[in-house]
C-alpha cells in the first residue's frame, strides 16, 4: 500500500497495526491525536463484553449510532494492545513531535503506563470538563471528565511559540481565558464517544499549519475536521467501515467549503451537510449484501 503523505486528507479503512501503520515512513508525521477505544464501561468482564451503545449512550437517547470495534480488553490486553501501537506511532513520529491520547479515569493510570512502555516521554495530563449534564451519580460526584495524556517523541519542540490551556473547559455560552470552549452537542456528534469539533481544532495547535497530524482511530474523522480548519495536513485509520466513510465525506465538504478559511464568518462548519451513520449504512448495505 502507498500511502499519498502529500494529501490535505486521508482516512484509510482497515486495521491500525497489522495492515497500515507498518506502510508509513519514518518520521513524518509532527503529531498523533487519537481517541482509541477505552475498553472501559463496567467494572467486570460482563460489563466490558456489552456493545457500545450499552456502555456508553445514556438511557433515553434518540439518535442512534453504530456500534464500534476493539472496545472489550481487560486491563493487561489494553495495556499490551496499546503498547504496540504506540511504539508504531513513535516511529513514524518526527522528533519531539507530541501524542495526545484521550482516556477516562478508569483507564488513565493503564494509559500511561502504555505511553511510556510504548517509548514516548509522558509530559502530563489535561482534563477535558464535559460539563454539568454528563453522568450523574446520586450521593457521589459526576463523570464529567475525561483525560488528554501529552507526550513526546524525544524531547519537546521549542518551534512551536503557541502554549494551550492546562484546562478544557465546556462553559455555556462563554470562553473563559485559559479554558478551551467545546459544548458537546448532538449537531456535532457523529460517532458514540465523538469529541466536539472545536475541542479537536484547539489540540491542532500543538504543530504548525502544514503539518501532518495522524490518527489510528479515526472514528467519523473529527480529529481530521479540526486540523483541516486549522490549517493543519491529515491522516487516519479507521477499522469500522461506515465510520470511515463517515469521516471521508465530513473531511470531503470541509475541503469542498472555501468560506470556512476566511475570516468572513459566513460558513459554521457544524452546518455542512454531512452525512448521518444511518444514511451511510442505508447506501453501502447492498453492496455488503452482495
Known amino acids: 500500500m502507498t500511502i499519498d503523505l502529500t494529501a490535505r486528507s486521508t482516512?484509510?479503512?482497515?486495521?491500525?497495526?497489522?495492515?497500515?501503520?507498518?506502510?508509513?515512513?519514518?518520521?513524518?508525521?509532527?503529531?498523533?491525536?487519537?481517541?482509541?477505544?477505552?475498553?472501559?464501561?463496567?467494572?467486570?468482564?460482563?460489563?466490558?463484553?456489552?456493545?457500545?451503545?450499552?456502555?456508553?449512550?445514556?438511557?433515553?437517547?434518540?439518535?442512534?449510532?453504530?456500534?464500534?470495534?476493539?472496545?472489550?480488553?481487560d486491563q493487561r490486553g489494553y495495556l499490551k494492545w496499546c503498547t504496540l501501537w504506540l511504539d508504531e506511532c513513535l516511529r513514524i513520529t518526527r522528533p519531539g513531535g507530541s501524542l495526545l491520547m484521550f482516556t477516562d479515569w478508569r483507564q488513565l493510570p493503564t494509559t500511561t503506563d502504555a505511553v511510556q512502555a510504548g517509548g514516548w516521554v509522558w509530559r502530563g495530563i489535561v482534563p477535558w470538563d464535559k460539563g454539568d449534564g454528563t453522568r450523574p451519580r446520586r450521593g457521589g460526584f459526576r463523570s464529567q471528565a475525561e483525560y488528554v495524556v501529552w507526550a513526546?517523541?524525544?524531547?519537546?519542540?521549542?518551534?512551536?511559540?503557541?502554549?494551550?490551556?492546562?484546562?478544557?473547559?465546556?462553559?455555556?455560552?462563554?470562553?473563559?481565558?485559559?479554558?478551551?470552549?467545546?459544548?458537546?452537542?448532538?449537531?456535532?456528534?457523529?460517532?458514540?464517544?465523538?469529541?466536539?469539533?472545536?475541542?479537536?481544532?484547539?489540540?491542532?495547535?500543538?504543530?504548525?499549519?502544514?503539518?501532518?497530524?495522524?490518527?489510528?482511530?479515526?472514528?467519523?474523522?473529527?480529529?481530521?475536521?479540526?486540523?483541516?480548519?486549522?490549517?493543519?495536513?491529515?491522516?487516519?485509520?479507521?477499522?469500522?467501515?461506515?465510520?470511515?466513510?463517515?469521516?471521508?465525506?465530513?473531511?470531503?465538504?470541509?475541503?469542498?467549503a472555501p468560506a470556512l478559511f476566511d475570516d468572513s464568518g459566513e460558513q459554521d462548519p457544524l452546518e455542512l451537510d454531512y452525512p448521518t451513520p444511518a444514511e451511510i449504512d442505508e447506501e453501502t448495505q447492498p453492496e455488503r449484501d452482495a
Open 152 to 256: 513526546t517523541a524525544g524531547a519537546a519542540r521549542t518551534d512551536v511559540d503557541e502554549c494551550l490551556p492546562g484546562w478544557l473547559h465546556v462553559l455555556d455560552g462563554v470562553t473563559e481565558p485559559g479554558w478551551l470552549h467545546a459544548p458537546v452537542t448532538q449537531a456535532d456528534k457523529h460517532h458514540i464517544t465523538g469529541k466536539p469539533t472545536e475541542l479537536m481544532r484547539q489540540l491542532s495547535h500543538v504543530c504548525h499549519r502544514g503539518e501532518l497530524i495522524f490518527d489510528p482511530f479515526a472514528g467519523s474523522g473529527t480529529t481530521g475536521v479540526g486540523a483541516l480548519l486549522e490549517g493543519r495536513r491529515f491522516l487516519g485509520i479507521e477499522k469500522t467501515a461506515t465510520y470511515a466513510e463517515v469521516a471521508r465525506r465530513r473531511l470531503a465538504a470541509v475541503e469542498a
Open 11 to 73: 482516512v484509510i479503512q482497515g486495521e491500525s497495526l497489522r495492515e497500515i501503520m507498518e506502510t508509513i515512513p519514518d518520521a513524518v508525521v509532527a503529531a498523533v491525536i487519537t481517541d482509541p477505544p477505552y475498553s472501559s464501561g463496567g467494572f467486570t468482564r460482563g460489563d466490558r463484553m456489552s456493545s457500545t451503545t450499552n456502555k456508553y449512550v445514556l438511557t433515553g437517547t434518540q439518535i442512534e449510532r453504530p456500534d464500534f470495534a476493539g472496545d472489550n480488553r
